[in-house]
């Protein structure tokens, strides 16, 4: 009887591991679809390398029984059999699991190996979609010539990109890192020697997923500014020693889109929005960010172009002294209910998140903006059912979700403002939408979504391709704002 | 003599034990292979193909599409399309056929207003007991909706569809990939069901 109730164990463990690999990784290239064998072993589950190698174009080297190299486009890694450690060049990437030599062939690889060390190899882009389902994006190139200039006091390093990408400047204590996104940068690097005192070096980073630059401090170094310059789009970093010029007065150029000036650090840093001190602000927050790009188009980004126009909106309005803040203040992703928790922390006077449209016909064109509300605003629709709603057992508090409830009245009135003043823009009569968005639910202000035009309509692309309109644009969101506050 | 034959009775059994794990093991394999070359179930063409084979008679329906150029305050944001389908007793079949057939599109002039993505696919559909249908879509399905008028019209043109056309079906609720989530695309709270 034992001997059969092992054999029974046996047949249904093996039924078990056939379900669990059947649970398999799926990578995704253009439109298609490879399949990539799986198998359990101690319990943890592993992918063939052999596969991936294929998938991803790599190649797979043995070395010796129990080393092997896999080599891609950015460089190569090491993996050796019952080892966690995989190295690229000289540096090492930890694993959760051991590679593992399956028999005398096939090498399998645990999945942070391909979460942690793939992406170095690639000059494409690993999306996770699901834990079964990778994605791979074949990166476009983008072309990013570097300029150095030296002056008497200060040394300019201008980044300019074949792509409308605004890149990210991020200041650490060695060095000051661009990183650019959407495209892989190839570097066209300057021929001019910065001035060694206050910059040593500007050096390409390979190692970044789309590719970055270093400029690395001299002993001289004392600070920096950023700003942008349009046609074409550059950006430009002055390098200052420790006596700081008088940055806070001039704009460097009739061109700038951004004069950074005012506070030359503000936005590379994410940590000083939350100043206790100010109440009473206006919010802007530029959509998606990150991974999340919003609607893309013929080479348009949503998130890319709301970014611009919260700078240009929050340069417009702290002209007029207003107090402006922005959710985000370079390329990150952050979730909906931190953009309205940010609303709500600064006990805004308006909060307007700015967004660009997309829809599945060219014909749908110009500006909508939007308001909170708990139907979908169709008659003969859909709409959402009644909520199991809060009226009548909470009297003295407002649940997260019901925040924007006594704001609706004065949400219509900003809406209509900037409704009015960008269809004047846009040459359209569209109408204010009210729907039901996560966004806006909680806010306790005045709260609007402005989608300014449509990526998606040829029509609305071709007056958004022109700096002048999008100033345009940012004036008349201005404008209806200060109205509103009056 | 009556040890031997337990020793062949054991044997016996042994064997046929071994013979059925092989035989599950290896249609389990096959049945796993199968399903991982398909990308994901299209239940849809299957609850067509089953009805037609049960010789069940053909329906018209109203479907609802997104009407291109229309924003989200217009009030013809949808236009309607007579379609046909099986009919069924089972408000589940005729619910996973609308929307198979929404997911193909409007055709012929309003091509260009294409909402869903080829790879487009239902999970999964269930039919609760106040006559809320629970629409559980694949991640594919809901990643290229663009925009919130992208989102509102695959809200709205499911929800009108399936309620329009079944009586027993009085409430729409979405999930993606079987999670509840706040949002279809990042816009459109889908907290709460739609009617």
Known sequence: MSALALVLLTVTLQVATVNLKAQGLTIQVGDRKSQIGTRVHHGEVY???????????????????????????????????????????DQYVALSADIWRRGTRDWYVPRAFIEKALPLLLDQKLEFLSDNLIRVEVLDRNPVRINIANYPDHVTVVFQSERPITPEVTEYRQYIEVQFS??????????????????????????????????????????????????????????????????????????????????????????????????????????????????????????????????????????SGHAVRTTR??????????????????????????????????DTRGPVVYIYSSTLGETSGAGPAPRPGSAGILTDLTTWHDGQNSHSSRSQRLARLLQDELNQVFGTDNSVSELPLELLAPVQAPAVVVEAGFLTSPADRELLASAQFREQVAVAISRAVERFLQ | MRDRRALWIAIALMTAVLVTGYYLLLSERDRQLALQQTDSPRTMDVDSTVLESRGSEEIQVRLYFYNGGSQA??????????????????????????????????????????????????????????????VDLTYETVQE???????????????????????????????????????????????????
């Open chain 1, 47 to 89: 992918y063939d390398l052999g596969d991936l190698a294929k998938t991803l174009e790599l190649s797979a080297t043995e070395l010796s029984s129990d080393q092997i190299r896999v080599a891609g486009p950015r460089g190569e890694l090491h993996l050796s059999a019952g080892r966690r450690l995989v190295r690229l060049s």
């Open chain 1, 182 to 319: 959407e495209f892989l940068v190839e570097p066209r690097m300057s021929s001019t020697a910065p001035d060694p005192n206050l910059v040593r070096s500007v050096e390409f980073n390979p190692q970044h997923a789309y590719g970055s630059f270093r400029i690395v401090k001299g002993s001289g170094y004392g600070i920096y500014r950023e700003y942008f310059l349009e046609n074409p789009l550059r950006l430009v970093i002055d390098i200052y020693g420790d006596s700081l010029p008088d940055l806070v007065e001039s704009s460097p150029d009739s061109e700038t889109t951004h004069a950074q000036s005012a506070a030359p650090r503000e936005y590379t840093s994410e940590a000083d929005p939350f100043d206790s001190r100010i109440r009473g602000v206006i919010v802007l927050d530029p959509g998606h960010g990150g991974e999340d790009s919003g609607t893309r188009s013929q080479g348009f980004t949503e998130k890319v172009l709301a970014l611009r126009l919260a700078r240009e909106i929050e340069a417009q309005l702290g002209r």
């Open chain 1, 329 to 362: 203040s370079r390329d990150v992703g952050l979730p909906l209910e931190q953009r309205s928790a940010i609303a709500n922390y600064f006990q805004s006077r308006a909060f307007i998140s700015l967004h660009f449209g997309g829809a599945p016909s060219p």
């Open chain 2, 73 to 134: 305050s217009d009030s013809q944001f949808l236009f309607a399309r007579e379609r046909t389908i099986y009919q069924s007793d089972d408000p589940i079949l005729m619910a996973r056929q609308i929307i198979s057939e929404l997911f193909k599109g409007p055709g012929d002039d309003a091509d260009g207003n294409l909402l869903f993505p080829e790879q487009a696919r239902l999970r999964q559909l269930y039919l609760l007991e106040d006559g809320t249908v629970v």
């Open chain 2, 145 to 195: 909706l663009q925009g919130i008028v992208a989102e509102l019209a695959a809200i709205r043109s499911i929800t009108r569809s399936l309620t329009d056309n079944l009586d027993s079906i009085r409430r729409v609720r979405f999930l993606v990939e079987g999670q509840s989530r706040p949002t279809l695309a990042g816009h459109i709270s889908i907290r709460y069901p739609f009617m």
